[in-house]
């Protein structure tokens, strides 16, 4: 058996062209959603992913706004750089890369954020409202990989429903939130999130009919830890430097597809969702912010 692919870039794709009919949609009403980005450091694949998530504005006809601060920038620099896009109105959704660099308070930069133009869906008050449940209600971003993932699930034409769910990794953009995506009644699946204090995590992996596999540990997933025909959805990245060559490996082994259902490919899976998301998130600020809602 040879699993079917989850192709997350061909999806993106198509979620792209839709957004790109709701811009020009914007356009007409005289408003250009604008995405700023706050990069700090030279860290090679957070370079990677804001380039990309600059390039796809640029295909959907989002406005672009770089901001870009040395690996020594301090917590006043970062947050200096927060407020200039909170008060910029040319800025109408902006993200700060994650991981920012060691001796920076995360949670107070994310705090910083103004809960309306926080296209990860990252604020305090944004995960609050997904906790509370009432994000459906006022339609508030969503983090993007967890959203991301779903949406390529939904796409694909899989039911989550009474499916048991196992979540690897406990961290910000991933872990931490789809659980709450996930049990969600309208998807009712059920999850474990496991972590590095899990006392057997194989078990729990073979016993699932889903994995969300978010540990950044290469090649971690492998055959023995996967049950038949499981969903499996390939999210963490390393990247390893060979000689002058860099090679993107996940945490799922590629053998992996001889015993799941469906499989994500890394790159190409969850990666492109996760930039696809956002600018959904950015596009539906913009749309709330001129009164547009996403049931008119
Ligand atoms: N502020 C945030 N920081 C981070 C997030 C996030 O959602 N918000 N998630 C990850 C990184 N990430 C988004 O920023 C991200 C990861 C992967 C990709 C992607 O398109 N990957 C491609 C390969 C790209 C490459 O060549 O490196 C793929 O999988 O095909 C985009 C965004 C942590 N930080």
């Known amino acids: 058996m040879t699993a079917q692919t989850l192709d997350g870039k061909a999806t993106a794709a198509a979620i792209k062209d839709e957004l790109t009919v709701r811009v020009r949609a914007l356009a007409e009403r005289g408003v250009t959603p604008g995405l700023g980005t706050v990069l700090v450091g030279d860290d090679p694949g957070s370079h990677a992913y804001v380039g990309g998530k600059h390039r796809d504005c640029a295909q959907v006809g989002i406005a672009s706004i770089r901001v870009d601060l040395p690996g020594d920038a301090t917590q006043a620099d970062i947050e200096a750089a927060i407020e200039r896009l909170n008060a910029d109105p040319a800025c109408t959704g902006y993200i700060v890369q994650l991981p920012l660099p060691r001796g920076i308070d995360t949670n107070a930069v994310l705090e910083k954020i103004d809960p309306a133009k926080d296209a990860d869906g990252l604020h305090p008050t944004n995960l609050g409202r997904l906790v509370l449940r009432v994000a459906e209600a006022v339609d508030s971003p969503l983090p993007c990989t967890p959203a991301g993932i779903l949406e390529l699930v939904r ?62 540990v290469p090649r971690f997933v492998t055959t023995d830890m996967v049950k038949p025909g499981a969903i499996v959805l390939d999210v963490g990245v390393s990247r390893i430097v060979d000689g002058d060559r860099t090679r993107l490996v996940g945490d799922v082994d590629p053998a992996v597809a001889e015993v799941a259902g469906w499989l994500s490919p890394n790159p190409g899976g969850v990666g492109p969702m996760t930039r696809a998301m956002l600018l959904a998130n950015v596009v539906g600020a913009a749309e709330r912010a001129a009164g547009i809602h996403a049931s008119d």
């Open 155 to 216: 796409r694909h034409g899989l039911d989550l429903a009474g499916k048991d769910v196992v979540v690897l990794g406990r961290g910000t953009t991933v872990g931490r939130s789809i659980g709450l995506l996930l049990t969600r009644k309208d998807v009712n699946a059920t999850v474990t999130l496991t972590h590095t204090g899990t006392r057997d995590v194989a078990r729990h992996l073979r016993e699932a009919d889903v994995i969300v596999a978010a540990a950044g």
